[in-house]
């Protein structure tokens, strides 16, 4: 297995566990919150989408998909269209409304970019610098595992914020 098949392994995981998140939940239910002030299962999915979206985009010098596609439009959150979802209050995390059927077909999209990408890499790629403002400077390797690394922890939050909305009374 080559490195680059065992990241487009590892990030496969992400969008079949958001979907387990999301799947058969109404927009309203999408749009609950565990506790106050704790983000929402809508949230969480287009945060992780977006995240990988806008990451992976600029590691591989392209458009992301929020833009090029059409997704900014087809979700029509109330923020500009750069928005990630890091630092929004928690009045911006409540804003974020969407079917389950919208968020996984972005996230799907995004992971077809995401599998294209790395389908391009060669292994010695993965040790070019990336970003020298930290110290050690980051790899594309490093970042890659960091982009995977968020996705796999928001997918988890996903999972977990159904369980206590849905199955913990």
Known sequence: MTPAELLTEAFSRVP??????????????????PAAGANTLAWLAWHTARGQDAQVADLAGTEQAWTADG??????????????????SSEDVGRVRASAELLTAYLRA???????????????DLDEVVDDAWDPPVT????LVSI??????????????????????
């Not at 594309?140 to 970042?143: E, H, I, K, P």
């Open 71 to 88: 997704w900014v439009e087809r979700f029509g959150l109330p923020f500009p269209a750069d928005a990630l979802g890091y630092g929004m």
């Open 16 to 33: 079949e566990t958001v979907e387990r998140a999301v799947d058969g939940l109404s927009t309203e239910q999408l749009a609950t919150r």
């Open 148 to 169: 995977l690394d968020d996705c796999t922890q928001h997918a988890g939050q996903a999972g977990y914020v159904r369980g206590l909305l849905f199955f913990s009374r």
């Open 110 to 124: 995004v992971h077809e970019r995401t599998v294209a990408y790395l389908g391009t890499l060669a292994p010695e």
């Open 140 to 143: 594309r390797g490093a970042r």
